[in-house]
């Protein structure tokens, strides 16, 4: 079983930044695959950000390219996601997500609410 919980959401105005951060436990950090998705309202949940095992690749959608920066310590065993240059189409709740060989896992998710 991993665990997953996720902070650091909150209110931002457009064109703020936020961090979100994971903490994962229950598995050894270095197997997993971390990513983040986020489901806005009357939407399915949408894949946002991946890291692989070992933080040397990092992927995105195109809707946050360039925006929004995936990262991961093993030393704190946290996966974050740094978010600049927010819009309004980016409030939804975001979920951090983790990929073993036994299936994945989510966390309970954070609110990002970006307002104009």
């Known amino acids: 079983q991993v665990h997953l919980v996720e902070s650091g959401g909150g209110s931002v105005q457009a064109g703020g930044s936020l961090n979100l951060s994971c903490v994962v436990s229950g598995r050894r950090f270095s197997d997993l695959k971390l990513g983040w998705y986020r489901q806005s309202p009357g939407k399915e949940r949408f894949w946002v950000a991946g890291?692989?095992?070992?933080?040397?690749?990092?992927y995105y959608t195109d809707a946050v390219k360039d925006r929004f920066i995936i990262s991961r310590s093993s030393a704190r065993n946290t996966v974050d996601l740094q978010m600049n240059r927010l819009t309004i189409e980016d409030t939804a709740v975001y979920y951090c997500?983790?990929?073993?060989?036994?299936?994945?896992?989510w966390g309970q998710g954070t609110q990002v609410t970006v307002s104009s």
């Open positions: 890291i692989d095992e070992s933080g040397t690749r990092t």
């Open positions: 997500t983790a990929g073993a060989r036994d299936g994945d896992y």
